[in-house]
């Protein structure tokens, strides 16, 4: 049974990305003033890791996107968890101020190399709401700032906290017992989607989820 600590848990999927997953790892071990547990799951077996402060576990054969992070959570210590892409570079206090927050699943902003915003949030799927991205309605100028759409594409409604239906799960913090109460990712879903029904069921079983741009 594993014994649960107050820390940080963070899981970094490789997927083909030898070339910047040693510097997300170098940025993550840069955070300052939060305790954490690191798991590589390396789903490119012919590339080689070793990390002497890094779990590292290579699959024998490649997994989606869920089944991987169900497996870095199901041997996770730590009383929150980080779901971390490999591309995604944490400033050095991303994750303590992420570890401090009271809500149940947090999202943070995300940026381009040069500091532009990029769109991470979004509402869950409805008929109408499917309909109107289909017709680029939801991106039309004016519109855009106001829709419930299924994905925010006006950055400028980025700026300040916010509940959400869903965060993008390039970065996404949790608290154990959401992923204890509702059992992760469903693996039916190799890649794409898997983050925004995950979160539906989260939101289902009483959980908040939330946007902070001050990371």
Known sequence: MLRIQLMLSVIIINHGTPEVTPKCLDCVFASKGVALEV????????????HPKVKIITNPKRLGFGANHNKGMSIA??????????DCFVQPDTLA??????????????????????????YFPTLRRVAQMMAFVDNL????????????????RLTNAQETDWVQGAFM???RRVYEKTGGFDEN???????????????????????????
């Open 141 to 156: 100028p004016i519109i855009r700032k106001f829709i419930d759409t299924i994905h925010v594409r006006d950055v400028s």
């Open 77 to 86: 210590r730590g009383n929150k968890i980080v779901l971390l892409n490999s």
């Open 173 to 175: 913090v949790l608290s």
């Open 97 to 122: 101020k992420c570890y401090a927050l009271k809500y149940d699943v947090v999202g943070c902003r995300l940026t381009t190399a040069d500091g532009t915003t990029l769109p991470s949030i979004g």
């Open 189 to 215: 879903f190799h890649m794409y989607g898997e983050e925004i029904e995950w979160q539906y069921r989260i939101k289902k079983a009483g959980f908040n989820i939330w946007y902070y741009p001050e990371t």
């Open 39 to 50: 798991i590589l799951i390396n789903n490119t077996p012919e590339n080689k890791f070793s």
